[in-house]
Nanobody, 127 residues
Framework: QVHLVEFGGALVQAGGSLRLSCRAS???????MGWFRQAPGKEREFVAA????????YYADSVKGRFTISKDNAKNTVYLQMGSLKPEDTATYYC?????????????????????WGQGTQVTVSS
């Protein structure tokens, strides 16, 4: 069992920056970590993914160039640095862990590939 806890959600003005953290504990083995978000009345959508081994990353087009996913293996923690925030980035952000390996990171864009989820952290971007 992997336990995931997100930190860092806040209210921020448009154009601002915010960093989210996701700490994994318990049976921490997984191949990749992902960030997803869900806005009110919308389906949960993929944001970014990263493997624990190596440094390859994968992003949704909507955040590419603005958000950066990174990791600290020693701390079992994944980060999501968000910049140039827009009101449409307002959502509950979730981190997730996948115990499956996919050679093509494209597969980590689907929430079905993930086995464990955090409780979410709220990000609100005011205009």
């Amino acid at each position: 069992q992997v336990h995931l806890v997100e930190f860092g959600g806040a209210l921020v003005q448009a154009g601002g920056s915010l960093r989210l953290s996701c700490r994994a504990s318990g049976r921490t083995f997984s191949h990749a970590m992902g960030w997803f978000r869900q806005a009110p009345g919308k389906e949960r959508e993929f944001v970014a993914a990263i493997r624990w081994s190596g440094y390859s990353t994968y992003y949704a087009d909507s955040v590419k160039g603005r958000f950066t996913i990174s990791k600290d293996n020693a701390k079992n923690t994944v980060y999501l640095q968000m910049g140039s925030l827009k009101p449409e980035d307002t959502a509950t952000y979730y981190c997730a862990a996948s115990t499956a390996y996919y050679s093509d990171q494209y597969y980590y864009a689907s929430e079905r590939r993930y086995d464990y989820w955090g409780q979410g952290t709220q990000v609100t971007v005011s205009s």
